[in-house]
């Protein structure tokens, strides 16, 4: 009997934010042991990601690794990726700006890789950045653009909905309430990056650069958003470049997908129905393509209903909060 996307995938993450959970108690004693921070995230990321993640993928049989879309790109579509990074910076900053002048906290999103950075003297520090950046890329990309966007896909759920869901499930794993607006707005630039460029290592470029941006950059613009002589020049200044960048951005994603439409690849793309110019469209005919057009909206509605009223997707989201709320 085969098991639908819209259960199987959200009870596989639920196992990922149980085992996420019970690694924080093994970090702890790892790095209080005397162990190198980094050796301790890329053992806890093993644990938590990978290990867990090529299980699902036996289960599901020979060949399912080629589905995942985890191939190389053309230097043509690096502008795409580079640019999708720079959106997803400068909307970090917008949202984070939104939540301190609202009363959040003023902690960096990556702080929690603040104190063993800071520790790190010379010749250490490049390599742990290295790790901290990367490893969690590598990991939570595999597992979340990879895997999921392809069972979504393979069960007809559609972009929109794979795209949403994946990038809430992925937010969710970090168990924060602030940084979840964050983590859902870079899951859905992963998302759209690895649609127009058909590949999953294009977000993990994209991820891996975010990461980079938190680890070297992010303590300094936070100071400066968060000082309120520069509140005002600050986000006049991320707002511009936001509409600038996303504007380049799209442009990019166009130019791909115009690209790939004629040397016939396949896009991502809804089909519109139109009459030829200067035809008079069959009546019956139009009138069983409109019966086909309700039917694939109905269709479309109940998967909808089905993938976002899963239990297993019901129970990734009251699991998170029973972390968040009910275990601390």
Same mark, same amino acid.
């Given at each position: 009997?085969?098991?639908?996307?819209?259960?199987?995938?959200?009870? !596989?993450?639920?196992?990922?934010?149980?085992?996420?959970?019970?690694? @924080?108690?093994?970090?702890?004693?790892?790095?209080?042991?005397?162990?190198?921070?980094?050796?301790?995230?890329?053992?806890?990321?093993?644990?938590?990601?990978?290990?867990?993640?090529?299980?699902?993928?036996?289960?599901? @049989?020979?060949?399912?690794?080629?589905?995942?879309?985890?191939?190389?790109?053309?230097?043509?579509?690096?502008?795409?990726?580079?640019?999708?990074?720079?959106?997803?910076?400068?909307?970090?900053?917008?949202?984070?700006?939104?939540?301190?002048?609202?009363?959040?906290?003023?902690?960096?999103?990556?702080?929690?890789?603040?104190?063993?950075?800071?520790?790190?003297?010379?010749?250490?520090?490049?390599?742990?950045?290295?790790?901290?950046?990367?490893?969690?890329?590598?990991?939570?990309?595999?597992?979340?653009?990879?895997?999921?966007?392809?069972?979504?896909?393979?069960?007809?759920?559609?972009?929109?909905?794979?795209?949403?869901?994946?990038?809430?499930?992925?937010?969710?794993?970090?168990?924060?309430?602030?940084?979840?607006?964050?983590?859902?707005?870079?899951?859905?630039?992963?998302?759209?990056?690895?649609?127009?460029?058909?590949?999953?290592?294009?977000?993990?470029?994209?991820?891996?650069?975010?990461?980079?941006?938190?680890?070297?950059?992010?303590?300094?613009?936070?100071?400066?958003?968060?000082?309120?002589?520069?509140?005002?020049?600050?986000?006049?200044?991320?707002?511009?470049?936001?509409?600038?960048?996303?504007?380049?951005?799209?442009?990019?994603?166009?130019?791909?997908?115009?690209?790939?439409?004629?040397? @016939?690849?396949?896009?991502?793309?809804?089909?519109?129905?139109?009459?030829?110019?200067?035809?008079?469209?069959?009546?019956?005919?139009?009138?069983?393509? /409109? /019966?086909?057009?309700?039917?694939?909206?109905?269709?479309?509605?109940?998967?909808?209903?089905?993938?976002? !009223?899963?239990?297993?997707?019901?129970?990734?989201?009251?699991?998170?909060?029973?972390?968040? !709320?009910?275990?601390?």
């Amino acid at each position: 009997m085969k098991v639908r996307a819209s259960f199987l995938s959200p009870l !596989f993450v639920l196992i990922l934010y149980i085992l996420a959970l019970a690694s @924080g108690l093994l970090q702890d004693k790892l790095i209080s042991g005397g162990n190198d921070p980094c050796l301790s995230v890329i053992i806890i990321s093993m644990l938590v990601y990978i290990i867990p993640a090529i299980i699902f993928c036996r289960l599901k @049989g020979v060949g399912y690794s080629a589905k995942l879309n985890i191939k190389l790109f053309s230097p043509g579509k690096l502008g795409c990726v580079i640019m999708s990074s720079l959106v997803l910076i400068c909307g970090t900053v917008l949202i984070r700006s939104a939540q301190i002048y609202l009363g959040g906290t003023k902690e960096p999103v990556f702080s929690m890789f603040g104190e063993y950075l800071n520790a790190a003297q010379g010749a250490e520090f490049l390599p742990k950045a290295m790790a901290f950046a990367v490893v969690p890329a590598i990991c939570e990309e595999f597992v979340f653009r990879a895997i999921l966007l392809t069972e979504y896909n393979e069960g007809g759920f559609g972009a929109v909905t794979a795209s949403v869901i994946s990038s809430l499930l992925s937010a969710m794993m970090f168990f924060d309430p602030e940084k979840l607006p964050v983590f859902f707005f870079c899951g859905i630039i992963c998302c759209l990056v690895t649609y127009v460029t058909g590949s999953s290592l294009t977000a993990f470029i994209v991820h891996m650069l975010f990461g980079f941006y938190g680890i070297f950059a992010e303590k300094y613009v936070t100071r400066a958003i968060i000082n309120p002589s520069n509140r005002v020049i600050s986000l006049f200044t991320f707002s511009l470049l936001f509409l600038v960048l996303a504007f380049i951005m799209l442009s990019e994603f166009e130019h791909i997908l115009r690209k790939n439409g004629k040397s @016939g690849v396949p896009t991502p793309s809804y089909r519109l129905k139109k009459a030829d110019d200067g035809e008079t469209p069959d009546v019956a005919a139009t009138e069983e393509e /409109e /019966e086909g057009t309700k039917k694939v909206i109905g269709d479309r509605t109940k998967m909808n209903i089905e993938a976002f !009223f899963s239990p297993t997707f019901l129970l990734c989201i009251l699991f998170f909060a029973a972390a968040v !709320f009910g275990f601390s």
